[in-house]
């Protein structure tokens, strides 16, 4: 069973068109990646199921809702969270603030906060640290934390291992994997070793096309269709 | 410049700044009264600066909307306000202290109520078609500008309009040798309430909370979940009605006043903001107070320069601190 669903999704930024057709099913559960080449479309494909860019056709269905015309924040409400390239942090807030601000009603729940330190335990040491004070893999940290301080069906991360050293990488895996225990996370991403170790469905995007889907253990079994859809160095 | 960077954190950061101008001060001017006096003018000054322009600095901030209409609510503020003590004289001049302050109180909350109002407005009508682009933004908000000021010449009329003072704010009194007047003491306290009011709203509520986040990161606050063109209208209106209630006090302060009062005071209040680091209101308390002094010192120690002052401050400042004294943003 699919939780989203993108059907012929187009999104133009400016005069460009940027996505042309991209249908795609992400199933229940588990990591889904999505893999490209740089411009190819990954980060604008979340940013549209986002609705930070609006499609200009095709459709967003989220649980059996079509989610393309909504504002973001009603889509955030709905139980999707945005993990951007960027990172998104707000660098003037502490981490305390970063994380409060991302829940409903203000208020922690103790059992996710806990989580959250058991995964991350430099959040809890640079609790009270305005962000902008924290290194690269810790604002990572921070961004993923926020993601998932609430209860939520499906988390778009994009990038995550972007200039992170790689002890922080696997930290990172490690997070993802637990989280997808519970939430399915589509993922963007361009480390294909991080990619492969986390995904159980995945696609390639070209651009602004599906160029191919299936399972990631034959994607990852088959070198000559990793070359040719990706040209990523192994 | 990394140099004075180490000195100034050293000393305590640039929040020391005005301690450290008014030291400076002190030495050049050498009458220990007249400095006093002068350090409470600019600080009374300061505060009144810090009311006009903390609105802007949200707006600019928050919204990246460059709102150069902003100064038609200090004109139409301090001619509401004016009108309003004009037309309870009876109360103003009355010896019941009840009568002065509510004469004072209902004319701050028409003047704080038009700014609230005409805020909503302007961000519908004006603003909300020109987002994310700079260019139009300008045009359309000093277009703006220069209608209200038509309004005004065309409500109040083109000569000077003499503000009423309450009774209990007139005169000055005398500690030792140092005359205080009782004007500036109730502008400088009125300021220092608004800020702390401000501050506590910013750092200790979640409303708070969302507009810090939303000066460094719109889309992300949205991503969150919140609605920040909501949070726009209400910080633009916020904005406005400050604006309005320090044309208000400025008003009082000044006593006499023209249609170009917002347009004169938007220089002053551009600098404010620029100097204090954009969306950031102890940087606009700090570039108020820093604007204030000195106004007070130059014009005492070198008249000739005290027009220029401010804009040799900024650009010092500038020079050192290209995004202001304390951004929002690092």
């Keep these: ?234 | 410049m990394e140099t004075i960077t180490k000195i100034v954190t050293r000393f305590g950061g640039v929040s020391l700044l005005p301690v450290a101008v008014a030291l400076l001060a002190f030495v050049l001017i050498g009458a220990p009264s007249s400095w006093v006096t002068l350090t409470i003018a600019g600080l009374a000054m300061g505060m009144m600066i810090f009311l006009m322009a903390s609105g802007l600095s949200l707006v600019f901030g928050l919204m990246d909307v460059m709102n150069f209409g902003h100064s038609a609510f200090i004109s139409f503020g301090a001619f509401i306000a004016a009108s309003v003590l004009a037309g309870l004289s009876g109360w103003l001049g009355s010896d019941l202290i009840i009568l002065n302050i509510a004469a004072l109180f209902l004319a701050f909350a028409a003047a704080i109520l038009f700014g609230m109002a005409a805020g909503w407005f302007f961000e519908a009508v004006i603003i909300k078609p020109v987002y994310k682009d700079h260019l139009r933004q300008i045009l359309i908000t000093m277009g703006a500008l220069i209608v209200a000021e038509q309004m005004i010449l065309a409500l109040w009329g083109g000569a000077p309009m003499t503000v009423h003072r309450p009774q209990f704010l007139e005169g000055s009194f005398l500690i030792g040798d140092i005359t205080i007047e009782v004007y500036r003491a109730f502008a400088f306290m009125l300021g220092l309430a608004v800020y702390v009011a401000l501050y506590l709203t910013l750092n200790r509520t979640r409303i708070g909370l969302l507009i810090r986040a939303g000066v460094e990161n719109r889309e992300m606050v949205e991503a969150l979940g919140f609605r920040i063109d909501r949070l726009f209208v209400g910080v633009f209106m916020l904005g406005s009605a400050l604006a309005a209630m320090g044309g208000a006090i400025w008003a009082g302060y000044e006593t006499l006043i023209t249609p170009a009062l917002g347009g004169e005071m938007m220089i002053v209040v551009f600098i404010v903001v620029i100097i204090g680091g954009l969306g950031s209101i102890e940087g606009t308390l700090l570039g108020a107070i820093m604007v204030g002094l000195m106004a007070n010192y130059v014009g005492y120690l070198a008249p000739k320069l005290a027009l220029t002052s401010n804009m040799i401050l900024m650009m010092v400042i500038l020079l050192w601190r290209p995004n202001g004294l304390k951004p929002a943003v690092k």
């Design chain 1, 1 to 234: 069973m699919s939780i989203l669903s993108l059907k012929a999704m187009k999104t133009d930024i400016g005069q460009y068109a940027v996505l042309h057709d991209v249908t795609l099913e992400v199933p229940q559960g588990g990591v889904f990646v999505l893999l490209g080449r740089n411009g190819a479309g990954k980060t604008t494909t979340l940013r549209s199921i986002m609705g930070l860019w609006k499609p200009s056709a095709g459709s967003v269905i989220f649980r059996g809702q079509d989610i393309s015309e909504m504002h973001t924040a009603e889509i955030a409400r709905l139980g999707i969270s945005f993990v951007p390239e960027d990172m998104g942090i707000f660098g003037g807030l502490t981490v305390e603030e970063n994380l409060i601000l991302a829940t409903a009603k203000g208020q922690f729940d103790n059992a996710r906060l806990a989580r959250i330190y058991e995964l991350f335990p430099a959040l809890e040491t640079f609790w009270t640290k305005q962000a902008w004070s924290l290194s690269g893999g810790q604002k990572q940290m921070l961004s993923v934390a926020r993601a998932i301080i609430e209860p939520r069906e499906l988390i778009l991360v994009d990038e995550p291992t972007k200039g992170l050293a790689p002890a922080i990488i696997d930290a990172m895996a490690d997070a993802f994997r637990e989280i997808a225990q519970t939430t399915t996370i589509l993922l963007v991403e361009q480390n294909f070793e991080f990619a492969k170790s986390l995904g159980r469905d995945m696609a390639v995007i070209d651009d602004g096309r599906i160029a191919h889907s299936g399972s990631m253990a034959d994607f990852a079994a088959d070198k000559p269709l990793q070359d040719r859809l990706l040209s990523l160095s192994a």
